[in-house]
């Protein structure tokens, strides 16, 4: 195993590790254990009694952050020509259709968000095999694929995320900057959990909400008492 370096120890020997934090007290620690000289994601990862295998237990969903994440969020826009105006008005950084799905299909994946029209998933469909292993496959459950192209950029570029849960029952997602003030991160992540209780499958049997953990890049996680939400 490597060894911590000081900063690490330093970090690792505020956080008690048999204790389990509420939200405000992680939300306050996570920005006093970052010790990265860049501006760190803080990031929750939420492990859910759900067995992800199964259709009727798949956990996934789209939460507006109240403060945003704190990133600049890239978003190309394949769209027809008639909608490449709204599109740019709206904010997004590419905007285009043939050039775009050529670049995709030579490894371009400079992006975070890809948002589409329906008309034109056709073209997307085979380009499946470079977006869908980075998560980048436009949605019509996440409004990523939709006839009003400028609200889906606007709500992305405002702090729209969407989630799921990967084949081990968790959802990793970000929640705010290390920069943020403490209370904002608290509620960024408040949202995300209670939006995570909302979806909760009916075939899903036992505790719902197994553990959360907060955690800035590099930093320890920090255990999230979720009732304290």
Do not use: C
């Not at 030579?106 to 968000?113: E, N, S």
């Not at 977006?131 to 192209?149: I, S």
């Amino acid at each position: 195993m490597a060894k911590l370096t000081k900063k690490q120890k330093e970090a690792a020997s505020k956080i008690e590790k048999s204790k389990v934090y509420s939200l405000d007290e992680a939300a306050s620690l996570v920005k006093e254990v970052n010790y990265t000289k860049f501006d760190a994601s803080v990031d929750l990862a939420v492990r859910l009694g759900v067995d992800p295998r199964k259709a009727n237990q798949m956990v996934r969903g789209v939460v507006t952050l109240p403060h945003g994440t704190g990133k600049d969020v890239k978003v190309l826009a394949l769209v027809t020509p008639d909608k490449e105006a709204e599109a740019k008005e709206a904010g997004a950084d590419y905007v285009g259709l043939d050039e775009y799905i050529n670049k995709i299909k030579g490894g371009w994946t400079d992006i975070d968000v890809i948002i589409t029209m329906p008309s034109i998933m056709g073209k997307i469909g085979p380009l499946g095999r470079v977006l869908g292993p980075r998560g980048l496959m436009p949605n019509p459950k996440t409004g990523t694929v939709t006839m009003d192209v400028a609200k889906a950029v606007n709500e992305v570029k405002a702090g729209k995320i969407d989630f799921k849960v990967d084949r081990y029952g968790i959802i990793h997602a970000s929640v705010g900057k290390a920069s943020f003030e403490a209370s904002k991160i608290r509620e960024n992540a408040a949202e995300l959990i209670n939006t995570l209780m909302k979806l909760k499958p009916t075939a899903a049997k036992g505790t719902y909400v197994k553990s959360v953990y907060m955690s800035s890049t590099m930093s320890p996680a920090i255990a999230v008492d979720a009732k304290s939400v």
